[in-house]
């Protein structure tokens, strides 16, 4: 903005007859082009800075509106050029409000004391008690709020982490409030101690405190009718609407929290939304779901989750307090009226079903189905990978990414079948195996960490987990065989020879992220020394980006362990074979899939359908309604993955003849 100057007599008797007062017209400065005129019935006090008011803006429904400020008042305020503000039933305190800003009908803005906005907030995440605090801050990602919350026992990393915050948190720490280019602010209640990004939109909001919703150009975040929010940070692209009550939450990029949502002491990350129900003590991994007025989410963390109606856990075990927690790894539902008691740990992928009153320990037993019967918590391994349900989400996880700034908080692997998940299907097909031959007796039923698995379960279980480890390993394996010379097959082990010599020993899913825990640990070392906390974010995006190789050398090494195949050895006719292995098996898997979809398109589904005509009228009234399953996109996609991928397989083996 250009040189301030002092008012002239005549603009400050211009201002008088517009009817405008100051406590004292000196503490005003204007811009060099400032024209009195853009000010009716304003009362200015405190120091004062004035931009010019020329241009003319275009309100909602494509109303041309002059800038200007109109029916205020203003107290140590520093308004850029080209703003409009108009009818503040309050006050305006204490804020710097820049180009192209729109304020209409809003009570108060005030900011009233030394603030950071939000930073620096402690949300009591995971534990109620606060034994996982997680400090906020405007570049939070759901990678970091993990390792603040997870790794409590690491005294040295949470202390470098909390230093960076507390040093950011001070840096920005003002007793002036921002709202930045190109916001809008209508019909709005009182804004106290709130940071305002560009471009951010608020319409209706009842009561926002001690607050930043961060915006841009490319992503601006949207606050509507009825929100009350008070120690919050929002990122771009955010939306908090209709009712939604926010306290002590962190509100990532391109979440939603809407329909008279409630939450407390919560942390939700990319693409999470909460509609109608409650979230208390909730990490909310990157796409955690919950759009139905009876669910409740309480100390438990998700992601990549969908909570069905009347989803509840309980944390009232309170012999020492509310200090119970519940894992529910990547990928996870709940069927409706489905209930937890924590503390409990579910593995990935696993659909809970019924009421479990025992605390299940059941990480290693991913893409399964936890069901009740008679009050026992029952458990049939593995045949969640049959469900078209689970095919269908992980084809949907990347489309429906809702980000659209430049600048990504979070890093999502979207692949279902991931290193952590692969980890967790090898450790499943073991320990049934090992609970099979535990079974001398011959029982009809193994008793696991407070679950019943039936034998024939558990054995369908391992041929199931086999399936999909033979479909990972196949599809590995196919990337490093695409880039064998066409000119012949004879150099085919120089492209799947590992280029790293160290083999990964474990694999962790940190709320999004694939890593190996040997490099997760030598991360943490290297941070706690550099103790730099924007390093750290940097790091695991590389590693994110980068960690093919790394994937490589451990995908080469289960070849041996897992399946007896020497990579190092092997011979042309090995390869063949286990390609047609390959085939098989994923043939396997999309056809029971497959048949999943169909049951769809069974005489139950066209129950309720063929309304009020003949009953050979249902299936027209369905198929109109539903589309033929040969329509579908879903399954037009999944017909093509096995036309693709037998082509696929023809072609590699023509390179290794």
């Known amino acids: 903005m250009s040189d301030y100057r002092a008012l002239s007599p005549s603009e400050i008797k211009a201002l008088e007859l517009n009817s405008c007062t100051s406590t004292d017209w000196s503490n005003v400065l204007v811009d060099v082009a400032f ?33 200007g400020i109109t029916n205020a008042k203003l107290h140590n305020c520093t308004i850029d050029s080209d703003v409009y503000i108009r009818n503040i039933n309050g006050y305006i305190a204490n804020y710097h409000i820049q180009t192209g800003v729109i304020i209409d009908n809003v009570d108060a803005i005030i900011t009233n004391e030394m603030s950071s906005f939000g930073n620096g907030t402690r949300v009591k995440v995971l534990n109620e008690n606060g034994g996982r605090p997680v400090p906020m801050y405007d570049e ?63 319409e209706g909001v009842v009561r926002l405190t001690n607050g930043t919703i961060n915006s841009n150009g490319h992503h601006p975040s949207y606050f509507g009718t009825g929100v009350m929010a ?43 939304e909460g509609l109608l129900g409650e979230a208390c003590h909730v990490f909310a991994g990157p796409y955690t779901l919950t759009h139905h007025k009876s669910t409740l989410l309480i100390a438990g963390y998700y992601s990549f989750f969908n909570a069905g109606s009347g989803t509840n856990q309980s944390n009232h075990m309170y012999k020492m307090g509310p200090v119970h927690q519940g894992i529910m790894q990547r990928g996870c539902k709940t069927s409706s009226d489905a209930y937890l008691l924590w503390p409990a740990h579910i593995g ?49 996880w990347p489309i429906r990414d809702a980000r659209k700034d430049s600048h990504l908080l979070d890093c999502i692997e979207f692949r279902m079948l991931n290193p952590s998940v692969v980890e967790q299907i090898i450790e499943g097909k073991h320990l049934l195996e090992n609970l099979i031959a535990q079974n001398t007796n011959d029982e009809d039923m193994l008793l696991y960490q407070g679950v019943i698995i039936p034998l024939l379960a558990a054995k369908k279980g391992i041929e199931l987990y086999q399936m999909a480890l033979i479909n990972y390993l196949g599809n590995q394996l196919s990337k ?33 992220l694939i890593i190996s825990k040997q490099h997760l640990d030598d991360l943490i070392d290297t941070y706690v020394i550099n103790t730099d906390g924007i390093r750290m974010d940097i790091a695991l995006k590389e590693w994110h980006e980068n960690y093919a190789a790394v994937e490589w050398a451990w995908c080469h090494h289960l070849f041996q362990t897992e399946l007896s195949i020497d990579l190092g050895n092997v011979d042309v006719s090995s390869i063949h074979s286990f390609l047609d292995q390959w085939d098989a098996a994923s043939k396997q898997w999309e056809e029971l899939i497959y048949a999943d979809a169909m049951k769809e398109y069974s005489s139950d589904s066209r129950i309720g359908y063929g309304l009020d005509e003949q009953a050979d009228a249902a299936q027209q009234d369905f198929d109109a309604v539903r589309g033929l399953h040969q329509e579908q996109a879903i399954l037009q996609d999944l017909l093509q993955q096995t036309k693709l991928r037998h082509n696929e397989l023809l072609e590699l083996k023509a390179k290794i003849e």
């Open 35 to 67: 024209r009195p005129s853009a000010l009716n019935n304003v009362h200015l006090s405190g120091a004062i800075r004035l931009g010019t008011f020329t241009k003319t803006l275009v309100l909602d429904g494509g109303l041309p509106q002059a800038t």
């Open 140 to 202: 939070l990602s759901a990678q970091t709020a993990y390792l603040l919350c997870m790794y409590r026992h690491h005294s040295a990393l949470i202390d470098a982490f909390e230093l960076y915050v507390t040093h950011y948190t001070t840096s920005i720490r003002s007793n002036y409030g921002t709202i930045k280019e190109g916001a809008s602010l209508r019909n709005c209640g009182s804004i106290t101690n709130v940071n305002i990004g560009s471009y951010a939109k608020l």
């Open 230 to 272: 008070d120690h919050f940070i929002s990122a771009t692209g955010a939306t908090v609407s209709d009712g939604a009550i926010v306290s002590h939450c962190f509100v990532g990029q391109g979440c939603t929290l809407s329909t008279y949502f409630s939450a407390l002491h919560s942390l939700f990350f990319a693409n999470s």
């Open 348 to 396: 990935a992928f696993t659909m809970v079903m019924g009421r479990h009153y025992h605390h299940a320990n059941i990480s290693h037993l991913p893409f399964s189905y936890l069901l009740e019967e008679d009050g026992k918590s029952i458990l049939l391994p593995a045949v969640n990978l049959k469900s078209i349900g689970t095919y269908r989400d992980a084809k949907k």
């Open 480 to 512: 490093q065989l695409k880039e064998v010379s066409s000119h012949g097959g004879n150099n085919f082990k120089e492209f799947i020879r590992p280029h790293q010599k160290e083999i990964c020993k474990q694999w962790v899913d940190i709320s999004g």
